[in-house]
């Protein structure tokens, strides 16, 4: 079945940056649907960054610029770059995939969506 891992979590301090990756079991990452989420305590998960279903990136207007997602060297992973970070980015983040597919002619992505256990970013 789909398994995620996510890794590069940690703690720093305000203004640096962090890497995190995503690695993709039994399937290659860069043909599918691929999502950055995060969830802080009390708030609700939210998307960050995701790799859409022509494999172009996009982001949340609060991370445009700051963060960067892409595929990594291999073709089971994904990256996300972060930059300026500052203590309102700290938040479990969660990697999520789901299968491209083509509806009416047009490349999508699916419904279902699966996902990795978190990595934790503390920034303080």
């Known amino acids: 079945h789909v398994q995620l891992v996510e890794s590069g979590g940690g703690s720093v301090q305000a203004g640096n940056s962090l890497q995190l990756s995503c690695v993709a079991s039994?399937?290659?990452?860069?043909?599918?649907?691929m999502s950055w989420f995060r969830q802080a305590p009390g708030k609700e998960r939210e998307e960050v960054a995701n790799l859409d279903a022509g494999g172009s990136p996009k982001y949340a207007d609060s991370e445009q610029g700051r963060f960067f997602v892409s595929y990594g060297d291999t073709e089971n992973t994904m990256t996300l770059r972060m930059f300026r970070l500052g203590p309102e980015d700290s938040a479990t983040y969660f990697c999520a995939a789901r299968a491209r597919v083509v509806r009416s002619g047009t490349k999508t992505c699916d419904t279902d969506q699966y996902w990795g256990q978190g990595t934790q970013v503390t920034v303080s």
């Open positions: 039994r399937f290659r990452a860069s043909g599918w649907c």
